[in-house]
């Protein structure tokens, strides 16, 4: 819905560049007590021919005729045509008490700082954080594989037990077809340096022998762990290079 009325022209009118002009609407209105209307550019005029509002204040006991001052701030002149939009029209609420004498006024941060004193202030800024891969596992499909940070962790053991662990392997997309033992050994003896993997082994061990249900999607066989049945790979920079040269050789 929108917020004004639009106002139309009634006559052929040519705003000069630089000039402005009055413009007849032919139209009264009556305004409920306790209210103004505000005489608004239009963002078409405005941006297409840089027609401007001026003195665009009605009193709710003024029951003339509706004119409208529209400036021209452009370098070339503007045609108005009977029927067209001209400007809009915005009721708005108001307080209408008295005002009174005072000899102070409330303490201000601002104070009596006049024009430009809030572009001196310190800009509140916008905090940003960027999050990496910190867990990957690995399916047979490398564009099936899932690569989690520490957002989606939050989903997982913490919901449970209100507590978050993750580990910081960052692994590249790899197109293993199947798991060989010497791969599982190998992931084995990365993951006994990898904290975070153990801790999340043991966090999961703690809830099995305490009949706690576990995360969902979480398993740990034969001390390795999965997440939907995909291997969590530890945090092992030469185990890492491995699965990269994998890829390459691979493509």
């Given at each position: 819905?929108?917020?004004?009325?639009?106002?139309?022209?009634?006559?052929?009118?040519?705003?000069?560049?630089?000039?402005?002009?009055?413009?007849?609407?032919?139209?009264?209105?009556?305004?409920?007590?306790?209210?103004?209307?505000?005489?608004?550019?239009?963002?078409?005029?405005?941006?297409?021919?840089?027609?401007?509002?001026?003195?665009?204040v009605i009193d709710a006991?003024?029951?003339?005729?509706?004119?409208?001052?529209?400036?021209?701030?452009?370098?070339?002149?503007?045609?108005?045509?009977?029927?067209?939009?001209?400007?809009?029209?915005?009721?708005?609420?108001?307080?209408?008490?008295?005002?009174?004498?005072?000899?102070?006024?409330?303490?201000?941060?601002?104070?009596?700082?006049?024009?430009?004193?809030?572009?001196?202030?310190?800009?509140?800024?916008?905090?940003?954080?960027?999050?990496?891969?910190?867990?990957?596992?690995?399916?047979?499909?490398?564009?099936?594989?899932?690569?989690?940070?520490?957002?989606?962790?939050?989903?997982?053991?913490?919901?449970?037990?209100?507590?978050?662990?993750?580990?910081?392997?960052?692994?590249?997309?790899v197109d293993m077809r199947?798991?060989?033992?010497?791969?599982?050994?190998?992931?084995?003896?990365?993951?006994?340096?990898?904290?975070?993997?153990?801790?999340?082994?043991?966090?999961?061990?703690?809830?099995?022998?305490?009949?706690?249900?576990?995360?969902?999607?979480?398993?740990?066989?034969?001390?390795?762990?999965?997440?939907?049945?995909?291997?969590?790979?530890?945090?092992?920079?030469?185990?890492?290079?491995?699965?990269?040269?994998?890829?390459?050789?691979?493509?």
């Open positions: 819905m929108a917020a004004g009325h639009d106002l139309y022209a009634i006559n052929e009118i040519l705003i000069p560049a630089r000039g402005q002009v009055l413009v007849e609407t032919g139209l009264a209105i009556g305004l409920p007590q306790g209210t103004y209307a505000r005489l608004a550019p239009r963002s078409g005029l405005a941006s297409k021919n840089g027609i401007d509002i001026g003195g665009g006991d003024y029951t003339g005729e509706v004119r409208v001052i529209m400036i021209n701030h452009s370098g070339r002149d503007c045609q108005i045509h009977t029927g067209d939009r001209i400007a809009q029209m915005i009721v708005e609420k108001i307080h209408t008490k008295d005002a009174i004498l005072v000899n102070d006024l409330a303490t201000t941060i601002r104070g009596n700082k006049g024009f430009g004193s809030t572009d001196l202030t310190p800009k509140r800024t916008i905090q940003t954080q960027e999050t990496r891969t910190q867990i990957s596992f690995l399916q047979a499909r490398h564009e099936e594989n899932t690569f989690l940070d520490s957002t989606d962790l939050a989903c997982h053991l913490s919901k449970q037990e209100d507590r978050l662990m993750m580990t910081r392997a960052v692994i590249t997309k199947k798991y060989n033992a010497d791969f599982i050994e190998k992931v084995q003896e990365a993951s006994v340096d990898d904290q975070d993997w153990q801790e999340r082994k043991k966090e999961i061990e703690r809830l099995k022998e305490a009949q706690l249900p576990t995360a969902t999607h979480w398993q740990e066989i034969e001390g390795l762990l999965y997440y939907k049945n995909r291997l969590l790979i530890p945090n092992h920079e030469p185990l890492r290079r491995q699965l990269r040269m994998d890829v390459m050789t691979r493509y």
